[in-house]
């Protein structure tokens, strides 16, 4: 069973910038493609950015350009990095890990909010 835990969600002004970040537990990290989602009030939950095992990343094209994925494993988290933020970036977002055969777990979520 693979744990996790976002942190970093916050207010913030259009334009500008927050780094989110999902450390992973009780797993073999570096196996498991991640990836973040967003779920804004009344919409449904959407891909925001994965990562594979070997780096290879993947974005949604409302954010391609502003926002960034990566990973530490040695460190077991995964972050994205989100510059230029619109208030259409505002929602809940959640990390997820995924692994052929070993399923798929989901962190609790946090909030952005992108407002003046």
């Known amino acids: 069973q693979v744990q996790l835990v976002e942190s970093g969600g916050d207010l913030v002004q259009p334009g500008g910038s927050l780094k989110l970040s999902c450390a992973a537990s009780g797993t073999v990290f570096r196996f498991y493609t991640m990836g973040w989602y967003r779920q804004a009030p009344g919409k449904q939950r959407e891909l925001v950015a994965l990562?594979?095992?070997?780096?290879?990343?993947n974005y949604a094209d409302s954010v391609k350009g502003r926002f960034t994925i990566s990973r530490d494993n040695a460190k077991n988290t995964v972050y994205l990095e989100m510059n230029g933020l619109k208030p259409e970036d505002t929602a809940v977002y959640y990390c997820?890990?995924?692994?052929?055969?070993?399923?798929?777990?989901w962190g609790q979520g946090t909030q952005v909010t992108v407002s003046s």
């Open positions: 990562i594979t095992s070997d780096g290879s990343t």
């Open positions: 997820k890990s995924n692994r052929a055969g070993y399923g798929t777990s």
